[in-house]
């Protein structure tokens, strides 16, 4: 058996934080280039936006998402709880 069948993640979704550089960005790498819709979380607009870019030139589904996670009050000034 192949790796990309015993890894093979299509239809699922991610969330990865930390996504713009280092182990975020290569979980969320590997994660869409198995399959996986993933969310690229990051504080970093510039550089999500960038990395999001390079994978979906490459045909993974991803999307580029803006937050702090440390931040708990950005988390609820929305008003979702």
């Known amino acids: 058996m192949k790796a990309s069948q015993l890894f093979d993640i299509s239809?699922?979704?991610?969330?990865?934080?930390?996504?713009?550089?280092?182990?975020?960005?290569?979980?969320?790498?590997?994660l869409a280039q198995n399959g996986a819709r993933v969310g690229m979380l990051d504080i970093d607009a510039g550089a999500?936006?960038?990395?999001?870019?390079?994978?979906?030139?490459?045909?993974?589904?991803?999307?580029?998402?803006?937050?702090?996670?440390?931040d708990g009050d950005a988390a609820h000034a929305d008003g979702v709880d």
């Open 11 to 30: 239809g699922q979704a991610a969330l990865v934080t930390g996504a713009a550089s280092g182990l975020g960005l290569a979980f969320a790498e590997v």
């Open 48 to 70: 999500v936006q960038a990395e999001a870019n390079r994978l979906s030139a490459l045909g993974c589904q991803v999307t580029p998402l803006i937050a702090d996670v440390g």
